[in-house]
């Protein structure tokens, strides 16, 4: 899962819930957070001991090229099943980045 919060909010109870309900069914996860860092991780993945969380962290404007290199690096490293962008800031991210044959859902991937 792909997700731009730094908080704790609605979204972020939403994307427990399904990391709970993963965790339940028995699927590896990972949180990725191009915007969050290790401090914000239980705002956004909860204390999940079986979700892994890895902040991407953007450092301005000028690093979003590096961000979505990491992005790409790192899906295309896991090859996941799929990959749920969570946020409008994720989608967007995650549209922009090839998945090669990857799913997305959570946002309208181009093409």
Known sequence: MISTSTYSGGAEVVLRA????????????????????????CHVAGSHPSVGFAALPVRGKLSLPK???ELARS????RPDV?????????VL?????????PHVGGRAPG
């Open 18 to 41: 399904l990391l709970e309900r993963g965790e339940r069914e028995g699927f590896e996860q990972v949180v990725l957070n191009p915007f969050g860092s290790e401090s914000n991780r």
């Open 94 to 102: 995650v549209a922009s980045i090839p998945r090669r044959g990857i």
């Open 83 to 91: 990959v749920h962008a969570h946020l409008f800031h994720a989608a």
């Open 75 to 78: 899906i295309e490293e896991r």
């Open 67 to 69: 961000v979505r290199r």
